[in-house]
């Protein structure tokens, strides 16, 4: 405890984005300070203890918290799931690249499966809502539409082709 | 009783399956495509035997190698569970002509219900109230005009071999019935191989309640009263209990349910599990729409609320033993809710999640049942429908049900993929579900209305507290971008 | 109802509380040691509050922390558990006056029942059959001996304060009397700081059978029937049933039990939920022994059985609701089967197995009750007592139930630790268990017949080949040297 | 599976010590051989696979295995629990330590807990059977007794002392 105590004495604050908001959290010991951005800061005193792998007891005056890392930077406490990016001090952009988006649009295949059909070609025009691209897996098909109105760039994939979560599939620039 | 059985199925309900035997002393032989090597399923058997590639139709809808594998062990009986080749008469015949017991109805019944025009038929025949509408498929164009005008609009369109929503459409008006036809047909094909649709009255905001019913080989048929299926997704079934709320202020309808279902079951030459679906409306008429000839997802809430075990029964009645359980043995006690845990993002319109779960904490204690086909490490398949495993309770009220089952929801924690758990947590909480004003309507209302409560600031704190401690840790392989660009409509994600 | 409840207990009773508040609505507060910092029980409480150092006696048998930490959290009521303070009754009245409710009966009924000479009394002026003895404690030998010779040998020593089979001794022959009585005192001194024993006619293979009681503050109350607990190892109940089988066969003496259990509460002026011990020999007399102030280890059994939620009506009555349920709306359906898991390893005498859960496998499935203290990774401390986890089963027969146990335990799997899994799924084997022929003797009498079964090569063989296949893996931490080299003595593991 | 069969194909024998049994297994490809000192041979063909951390399905003849390894040496087949110790072929002293046992012997805490008394001295002689040390855990106390009659080499403990399972409590000559 004594040794945690002073490894975290000197206060670090970490920029975050949770569920989309911008926010900071500072860490001072077993003290920490959170603030969404342009809110009011909140102070707390915490006891954080291992229960088991990836999983977290957390107490603040008493009140307890099961908290469980779920990967891919979701947390669950208390059965809620929170999305949250946390950005080293150093690297900002990192942080503003998840807030915002602009400029040439990777789509990432939301979900593992195999793609049925692509409904476009490189170098077409296609509106926001169009189709793009047809992904099955579990049974279900799911049709890819366009966030915006653009120009394909680029397919990175093709009909019958095995893909994973987050794999690049096309790009709109 | 059989000495080993071979089950035709997986996931969760061969798990199931595997249990019974178990509990009866009967060896078990699981078996499982390429994708499913490791499954619980194979883990708990005694015996198991390899189908083919991940596709079901190299694997569990192979009926000649499931055939095979059953003689290979020696397996005398086949419990086909849900899904796949439950309803294939085919099979069924396959069975018998292999001297192999097949665990369910005769081959007879599965065919005469397999094609919902000809249950349509039977029903009728043996008196039992059906929803307007053709008994026929629809053969051209203006005879369809002409029914939708004699029926009145809204009408539905329905796939005669269908299940699942599948080449479901509701019609409007008749200048949509066109194109509503060749969409359904179309769909209806590609799901079925069977491009058959026909026509009926379409019922506003209705109850989806069912009747279980159990039958033996010497003429002997109970009813277990019924399970309430109103809240579905796209026709797919997501919450369902026992008893029905609106039996609990009206019970001589489940008598009055009951009884017709036994009519129609027993018109049927029908034996084993079987399910009789209906409709009903708000003054609690009630329309038969078709029997499910095979164990129901579902079925555990019947279990808890009566007390009997139908996957032993189901064994029983295949061996030949007769149903000892009388008509007015049967005891409805408390309360079941159940829930369908699917491998599902509901922040992105239920898209599927498949994937290694890294992590699986399981509720647990007081009136807390969970049947599940999952492990930590496993890798959920893409292959088969999302189905993870399905939680009930039990309680002596629907209100501490439905307490029991939030709590048991609190506890169930599932890494690495995503899940409709949370889902399940504001539907607990949700007042029109509490007082028990269900229609099949349910979900989308709900949709509606619902408003994502703000996490208190604190519990936000500690997520941002938690993220930071564990900065070092890896992540999970299958999750989802949170801020996925795509812009994605509910209603389209089954493609027309 | 209250808004919020301190749980002043740990383990699985812990979480067994916690759950039911949660499902009550109500806000639960849970207590720990420095051991238990991230037990289960802290990890689901909505609140946690710190009680000292790991020792019971440094933490949760402290008094005045427990009722500060209530006052600090704001909680109206504290719910003991069983065992640590749950039948001291300066604890109750501490409670009493910090205007805490006490869940539990009140401190005088306590009192009262926690001297067994006084309980005797109690019963005997209710008209209860107790086992022939004296009432008051040996205060000389001469004395003592005159009460054995006319009791008759054997006779058996028991603590006034007693309970665990602490300072119990059988005596056989007058000679053994005066060391017995030693032995017996200064035990019973270091347990329970009173040294006062007392003799009783010993009882020859008696079934241990307890009735449930369950009465509100208005004066109603009622019994919920038995449970069988002759299953026991030094006094310690290993297994419990309900219904106990020699009540399937008499269901007569459920009645005339109950009826007597009820007297003897009423005589206490006693509330809210308790228990009353009576031995029960070959020709079914039964005989008072004692009551038990608190909710029991095996109330899910009864729970299973009778449907009703025993922390849930303690809850209600101790907030001062009228239990509504009458003596004729209890039924008992089906039967009920407990197997308490404890860290322990029955290979080397039942030795403790404390250290950390390296992995854990929980059975699930129809019928299949877990009340579990623990989770994958949690260490279990050395300094309590070693039940990890209650496993029952229901079924409507004793001998589905059974089947059903062997079945769930054949899931369970605990690695890192010694449990007695394996240990229950010989019982459930056991010949003489499945007869129902029980009686305190059994574990004895079973030791004595048992015989390992040898594995078949093949399994044997897989255990090699799966060594082999794992070489790289690390070995976990806790585990027992295999061919430890100590001589150990079942009967003297618990020193004299 | 093609590479693994590669990585295994040549024959590799172990010396095993099973529930206290001496016996060998020889594996080649997916095949292995089975034999107890002195029995007969079990031969079969396998299939393996990684059913989550520390879980082995194993297939023979379509016969299913449900294997867990439970650590410190122990392997759970279908629920029953396993002791088995595997040699590397070269060491084979260490197969026979485990399966001997002669010479001054160290007695180790057969559980974790406290040490609450010591019942003998250093250079005492004791008789098989003899209490040396008590143990006490879970609100147990267990007296630990001399295997045989010997004289007490070197005691390593104290009263009061904390102790986990295998430490070496004493040593008797």
Known sequence: ?173 | MFQKVLVANRGEIAVRIVRALREAGVASVAVYSEADRASLAVLMADEAAYLGPAPASESYLRIDKIVDAAKRHGAEAIHPGYGFLSENADFAEACEAARIVFIGPPSAAIRQMGSKTAARKLAISAGAPVVPGTESAIDNLENAKATARDLGYPVLLKASAGGGGKGMRRVDREADLEAAIRDASSEAQRAFQNGEVYLEKLVLEPRHIEIQVLGDRHGHMIHLGERECSIQRRHQKVIEECPSPVMAEHPELRERMGETALRIARAANYSNAGTLEFLVDRDRNFYFLEMNTRLQVEHPVTELVTGLDLVQWQLRIAAGEPLTVRQEDVRWSGSAVECRIYAEDPDQQFLPSPGQIARLTEPAGPGVRLDSGVYEGWTVPLDYDPLLAKLATWAPSRETAIARMRRALSECMIAGIRTNRAFFSEIMDDAEFRAGRLSTAFLDEFFARRKAKAPDLETEAVAALAAVLDQRKPTAKSSIAPTSQWLQDGRETLLR
Chains 1, 4 share one sequence.
Do not use: H, W
Not at chain 1, 11 to 16: P, R, S, T
Not at chain 1, 122 to 134: D, F, K, N, S, T
């Open chain 1, 1 to 173: 405890m004594v040794a945690r105590r002073q490894g975290d004495a000197a206060a670090v604050k970490f920029e975050i984005v949770i569920g989309g908001q911008a926010a900071s959290l500072t860490t001072t010991g077993e003290r920490f300070e959170y603030r969404r951005e342009g809110g009011p800061a909140m102070e707390r005193q915490y006891s954080a203890a291992s229960a088991g792998d990836g999983t977290l007891s957390i107490l603040i005056d008493g009140r307890s918290y099961a908290v469980a890392i779920l990967g891919a930077g979701e947390v669950s406490v208390n059965g809620r799931v929170f999305r949250v990016d946390v950005f080293d001090p150093r690297e900002q952009r990192g942080r503003r690249a998840a807030a915002e988006n602009s400029g040439p649009q990777a789509m990432t295949a939301p979900m593992p499966g195999r793609v049925i059909r692509v409904l476009v070609v490189a170098g077409q025009e296609v509106a926001a809502g169009e189709g793009l691209i047809v992904v099955e897996a579990m049974k279900m098909q799911n049709e890819m539409k366009s966030p915006r109105a653009g120009r394909v760039q680029a397919i990175k994939t093709a009909a019958g082709a095995a893909v994973s979560a987050g794999d690049v599939l096309l790009v709109i620039e």
